[in-house]
């Protein structure tokens, strides 16, 4: 079964830092194209970043463009989030998202953060 | 950057109605988009993939239409299980963008 499991959310300070991990498994991850969503409280679903499975293509939301990084390890089947210079309107549940091949299926169960001081 | 606009954000129906969601794109996206259902809580799964094809294991009373900028997904015969919030989301073109979405609730 394929599987998605987000950790490293938590309460941060603004201007703090935050990695989030994503780890897969049922599937061939190297193989697949995986994306970062967030949803913050009450509002609706923001695309934020997806890189290729070989991690040689990576794209941003200008929201997030210089401050957050994706990144992959194929080898530990997992994709990254290293957010950075992180603000208040940041505070949002973040999915990671398998494109198979161009629309997210399945989700993870989601990570909260919360900017806050 | 491509816009969606779904209409209506809301809507209240009853158990067994046919209940018609609106996606419109800010430009031609051709078949490029997916409807996703959302419960409280819950992460958005997809329901409809490439305008019109159903999702693997997505029962059959969804469906989905349309080209370009104007889209529709269409519930036939509402069950309990399907209030939600469902949004659109186009796979045209980098930023990929979501729609507001649209809440089904129990009238």
């Known amino acids: 079964e394929v599987h998605l499991v987000e950790s490293g959310g938590g309460l941060v300070q603004p201007g703090g830092s935050l990695r989030l991990s994503c780890a897969a498994s049922g599937f061939n991850f190297n193989t697949y194209e995986m994306n970062w969503v967030r949803q913050a409280p009450g509002k609706g679903l923001e695309w934020l970043s997806y890189i290729s499975g070989a991690g040689l293509s990576i794209y941003y939301a200008d929201s997030v463009k210089g401050r957050f990084t994706i990144s992959r390890d194929n080898a530990k089947n997992s994709v990254y989030l290293q957010m950075n210079s992180l603000r208040a309107d940041d505070t949002a549940v973040y999915y990671c998202?398998?494109?198979?091949?161009?629309?997210?299926?399945?989700w993870g169960q989601g990570t909260l953060v919360t900017v806050s001081s | 950057d491509i816009q969606m606009t779904q209409s209506p954000s809301s809507v209240s129906a009853s158990v067994g109605d046919r209940v018609t969601l609106t996606c419109r794109a800010s430009q031609d996206i051709s078949n490029r988009l997916a409807w996703y259902q959302q419960k409280p809580g819950k992460a958005p799964e997809l329901l409809i993939y490439?305008?019109?094809s159903l999702q693997s294991g997505v029962p059959s009373r969804f469906s989905g239409s349309g080209s370009g900028t104007d889209f529709t997904l269409t519930i036939s015969g509402l069950q309990p299980e399907d209030f939600a919030t469902y949004y659109c989301q186009q796979a045209n073109s980098f930023p990929l963008t979501f729609g507001g979405g649209t809440k089904v609730e129990i009238k």
């Open positions: 998202a398998r494109t198979a091949p161009d629309w997210f299926a399945p």
């Open positions: 490439a305008a019109s």
